[in-house]
């Protein structure tokens, strides 16, 4: 009978509440910026902002918005390709053809070494000269440098702000598609919309 009431006592504190004890970090002072949302909430499991400063985090946002744009490209791109739609002609002068290049991580090992060569040389001129902040955006992230605005400057700030949350998730969410795909392309298979792998 006492191991009866001892055993019902303890499992009764289970489900007593816990002190939770509140404690301030440096990383409060990020809590309230853009993409800290619900339901995870301020979300550094690799603690890259341990007594960080705002121009690291700046830093970390602008690489991170840069990787979703390249993988937003990258999916898209993988998808449309998937689909059957290439570029029309030749990727190089011997004949080879743009619909001749396999889907994927396939395509990289068939093109040409002069078409990869020009692929990487275009990449790091984007990298080097046209993908930079030259003078001082609004934000991390704003190549528009005061030459692209496509009715940016027409919006009010809380439109601008979901814009570019929007564009922060579904970098995001590409981020985790491309690498989905790849490795599902590594493991075969069929995906729905997407196809053969």
């Given amino acids: 009978m006492k191991l009866i009431l001892a055993t019902l006592l303890t499992s009764a504190a ?17 809590e309230s910026e853009l993409g800290v949302q619900a339901p ?22 602008y690489v991170e918005l840069k990787h979703g744009r390249i993988c937003q ?8 390709t998937r689909a059957g739609y290439h570029l029309p002609g030749n990727i190089d002068s011997a004949g080879t053809a743009f619909d001749s290049i396999p889907n994927g991580w396939a395509a990289v090992g068939a093109i040409p070494e002069a078409g990869l060569l020009q692929i990487i040389s ?11 902040d030259i003078t001082g955006g609004e934000f991390p992230g704003d190549f528009r440098n005061e030459s692209l605005d496509f009715g940016w400057d027409t919006f009010d700030e809380e439109t601008k702000l979901s814009k570019r949350g929007i564009e922060l998730n579904n970098g995001r969410a590409a981020q985790l ?11 075969g298979g069929v995906l729905p919309i997407v196809g053969e792998m």
């Fill in 14 to 30: 289970a489900f007593a509440p816990s002190q939770v004890a509140q404690t301030t970090t440096a990383l409060n002072a990020f």
């Fill in 40 to 61: 995870l909430g301020f979300f550094d499991p690799l603690g890259l902002l341990d007594d960080a400063d705002q121009e690291r985090f700046d830093r970390l946002r």
């Fill in 177 to 187: 598609g491309i690498l989905g795909l790849m490795v599902h392309e590594q493991l």
């Fill in 73 to 80: 490209l990258a999916f898209l791109g993988n998808i449309i």
């Fill in 122 to 132: 275009f990449v790091g001129l984007l990298e080097l000269f046209v993908m930079k």
